[in-house]
């Protein structure tokens, strides 16, 4: 039987050693072992199917590949922001990116106990203005292969390149790749990432 989320919670480091599951460059095979239940594999998220003139929330809502994201944000209730003016830029993890999670978390997260952990994980994927992948590139050329950004719940993520691929790194060493770069929205921005970022969470 999986232990509770809220035990994690009390004490943060096997919830933080449950979240780090890491990801893979979009190249690379997945490193983390499949379950052993066997269970249909997400859908793919194809960028070309999230619409321009939407808000972020109702593209999240809307768009095959992104079912467990939008459940954690409504949960999370940051729906209201994302569907207002703006401006954002969403850093997407996929379904797939939760899957990478340990098993049962992203499940236990969505637990009234567990909303200051799922709250602070949802606002660590958004940064507050619209921030393009040639801004960010050239940042990371001007800060000598690094820029920091600053995300909605205050705490740092590092931008870097892996190739030509932009990498982000979070506050707790665990890293993801963008996958599907600049899908314009009316308030902001989508990038879509292959893994799920983990900040410091409260204890």
Excluded: K, W
């Amino acid at each position: 039987m999986i232990p509770t989320i809220r035990r994690r919670v009390r004490r943060a480091a096997p919830l933080l050693a449950a979240l780090l599951a890491g990801c893979v460059p979009p190249t690379a095979a997945p490193v983390v072992t499949p379950p052993p239940v066997v269970s249909a594999a997400p859908v793919p998220v194809d960028p070309s199917l999230i619409g321009s003139e939407a808000t972020i929330a109702a593209s999240i809502a809307a768009t095959p590949g992104f079912h467990t994201l939008a459940n954690e944000l409504r949960t999370a209730e940051l729906d209201p922001l994302l569907a207002g003016p703006g401006h954002y830029t969403l850093f997407a993890p996929t379904d797939a990116a939760f899957t990478r999670l340990a098993p049962g978390i992203a499940n236990d997260l969505l637990a009234p106990e567990n909303r200051a952990a799922l709250v602070a994980l949802m606002r660590y994927h958004v940064v507050p203005g619209t921030v393009t992948t040639e801004q960010l590139t050239q940042r990371i050329q001007a800060g000598g292969g690094r820029t920091v950004l600053t995300t909605l719940g205050g705490q740092p993520l590092t931008a870097t390149m892996t190739g030509n691929v932009i990498t982000l790194t979070s506050a707790t060493g665990n890293r993801s790749y963008v996958e599907a770069a600049d899908v314009a929205q009316v308030n902001g921005v989508i990038h879509v990432v292959n893994g799920v970022l983990v900040p410091t969470l409260p204890r």
